[in-house]
């Protein structure tokens, strides 16, 4: 039988894109503890089975890798995306900048599910129909 | 050609996460995988569509317009025939319905939905259809990336 964890190609993976709200450099708020209840959830599965791509939106300062939680550079350091620059992606996508949302889109591109921010929940149960837990 | 590619597509990650015993149930062979059975759902939903689609569309090139709308399609169905026929060619249309994978509403419209909008065509996101590119900017090294850059290949 083949080696899940090691044998799989780099494609075919579910990813969690989550677009935060504009709160992220406070530690307390949603989208902090947000990504590090995503990043405590994906534990639960294959490891690489699922990637992690993080947006952010318009935020009130400059800041540094020290300002944010730490799970984003483990989880995500090169798949970390300032969102307004270049296309206006909360806007493209519907996401309000105040709210923001979480997406699991499946190893064929398509949208899964969208949650709200705070709601990881319904991230976990999605991705407990797809995927087996270790 | 083009939907038998995504019909592919579609069926090559399902199958092989049960190959490689990463889906919920394949541990057990005896129970149905019911993330295979999403294929079927999903692909054959968009095969009736596009059969529907051609049986409308090919009366175009035989007939004739008919503000009456009796015999011939009038130049508003005409013009909705040729948007969806383009939805169908580039595969940007294809929306699935609601399966175990393509979930909109998980508390009965308890928890407030986070999408803005309905123009899914243009992006809004809609579970079901694919994720629309956006051009993002890296955090770690500034570069101009598009989202999709780490959804097909290696980062």
Known sequence: ?134 | MNVSMMDSYNLAWKLAYWINGLSPTASNGNIPEPVLKTYEIERRSNAQQLIDFDRKFSTLFSGHFDDQGESGLSHEEFIQVFYTGNGFSSGCGVEYPENILVVRDFTGGIVSNPIQGEDYLSGVLRPGRRLLNVKVKRYADGWHRDIQDGLSRAP
């Open chain 1, 1 to 134: 039988m083949a080696n899940g964890t090691t044998d799989l190609p780099s494609t075919g993976r579910f990813r969690i894109l989550t677009l935060t709200s504009s709160d992220l450099l406070d530690p307390e708020s949603t989208s902090a503890t947000t990504l590090n209840k995503i990043s405590a959830l994906t534990q639960a599965f294959p490891q690489a089975i699922i990637e992690q791509i993080i947006v952010y939106p318009r935020l009130p300062r400059e800041f540094s890798w020290d300002d944010i939680p730490a799970n984003v550079k483990i989880h995500a350091e090169m798949r970390f995306y300032n969102g307004y620059d270049l296309d206006d992606t909360y806007k493209i996508y519907g996401v309000s900048t105040s709210q923001g949302a979480v997406v699991v889109v499946r190893p064929d591109g398509y949208v899964g599910v969208v949650a709200p921010l705070d709601d990881t929940s319904m991230v976990e149960a999605y991705l407990r129909t797809c995927i087996r837990v270790m």
